[in-house]
């Protein structure tokens, strides 16, 4: 007997319905009813069914209904119709197990036989990939809480560290070291107020104008007092930085801020401090400005702690420090700036600026001193 010769049309519906049902991911081939023609080995072991089940049964009768869902109804009448559908999320409730998380997507076929609209779709399980996702949100969430408690725990005990250091700089008959326990009073509040600011905040990053703000209002109630002769206020500072710099930054505006006070404003002199903060792309300037009395003709032989702190600190930050006169007072910069060669890549640039401080040598590196 002659053996038949297959059609080609037979040829291309086998090969399709074999490789439907080879899919290592579960797959489905529908008709333009949305009954199945063919569903991947993958997708009966997935959801338990039987393959007398799937011939020719309607989709969404599928299971008791369980497929009946209007995300899935959405995303197929929108494929049939020939518009191109995004993929959909949906929830699958069936007896065993209970609820599954599927990302589904639908195709439809073009091919030689117009008449005959065929649908593919593939569902990917992602019920585990979701749950371990919402396990590490909320490991996250918790961290952030706990870590949210310790900085005010921090701020606390920092307070309480200042208000001793205030009360023996009251206490001791030495005008010297009254100044240097006041000044550290100072230094010690600069930080309890940027751990209280951490401790309100959701994110590892500062609000500028917020922490320098609170700075300013922890200073003026600590050293100015209620007479007001000399007034703080804070300019710019839109935008976040992270919270390592921003501890820098406070501890710098604090050290200026406590020099303008000293020797800016002699025999009860009025006047303004004004705090600047601006970003230009990678780069920033801070700038502590005062309208006192200016700087000294002479400049002092020997650098006071103050100015040496800030030194380190802008020297931390790869920053240069330039003090100039102005008319009136005294204007401090501390200016970060990344320089990308051109013949170098970004990156490489970067980490090349990262570890280049600045030369004592240079015109700009100008280091502020007491003016005491």
């Known amino acids: 007997m002659p053996t038949p010769v297959s059609q080609p049309d037979d040829v291309a519906l086998s090969l399709t319905l074999a490789v439907v049902t080879a899919s290592p991911s579960p797959l489905l081939l529908l008709n333009g009813d949305l009954a199945i023609i063919a569903a991947s080995n993958s997708f009966r072991n997935a959801f338990d069914v039987a393959q007398v089940e799937l011939a020719g049964q309607a989709l969404y009768g599928l299971s008791n209904s369980a497929w009946d869902i209007p995300e899935l109804r959405r995303l197929l009448e929108a494929t049939l119709s020939g518009a191109q559908s995004d993929d959909c999320e949906l929830d699958l409730k069936l007896t065993q197990p209970p ?64 208000s001793v250091l205030l009360q023996n700089a009251r206490k001791t008959p030495s005008e010297e070291t009254r100044g240097h326990l006041t000044d550290a009073h100072h230094r010690v509040m600069s930080v309890a107020a940027l751990e209280r600011l951490l401790s309100a905040s959701q994110e590892g990053d500062v609000d500028v104008h917020a922490y320098f703000t609170a700075l300013c209002e922890s200073i003026t109630a600590s050293m100015i007092g209620e007479a007001g002769r000399v007034t703080l206020t804070v300019d710019g500072g839109d935008g976040v930085i992270d919270a390592r710099v921003s501890v820098s930054l406070g501890l710098i505006i604090t050290e200026l801020v406590i020099n303008a006070l000293k020797h800016a404003f002699p025999d009860g002199r009025s006047g303004r401090i004004t705090i600047d903060y601006s970003f230009h792309g990678p780069n920033w300037i801070l700038c502590v400005r005062d309208d006192g009395v200016g700087m000294p003709l002479v400049a002092p032989d020997r650098t006071g702690l103050g100015a040496s702190i800030v030194e380190a600190l802008a020297r931390q930050l790869n ?19 990344q320089i990308a060669l051109v013949h170098e890549e970004p990156e490489v640039a970067s980490h090349s600026f990262s570890k280049t401080q600045a030369a004592p040598g240079t015109a700009r590196h100008q280091v502020q001193k007491d003016r005491s």
Do not use: C
């Open 99 to 162: 609820l599954r998380h599927l990302v589904v997507q639908a195709r439809r076929l073009d091919y030689l036989d117009l008449d005959q609209t065929r649908l593919l779709v593939a569902l990917s399980d992602v019920t585990e990939a979701r749950a371990d996702t919402a396990l590490k949100e909320n490991e996250a969430r918790h961290n952030i809480v706990l870590l949210q408690e310790v900085r005010h725990r921090v701020a606390n005990s920092l307070q309480i560290i200042a």
């Open 319 to 337: 920053a240069l420090v330039t003090t100039v006169p102005e008319n009136p007072g005294t204007k401090v910069s501390i200016e970060h700036t």
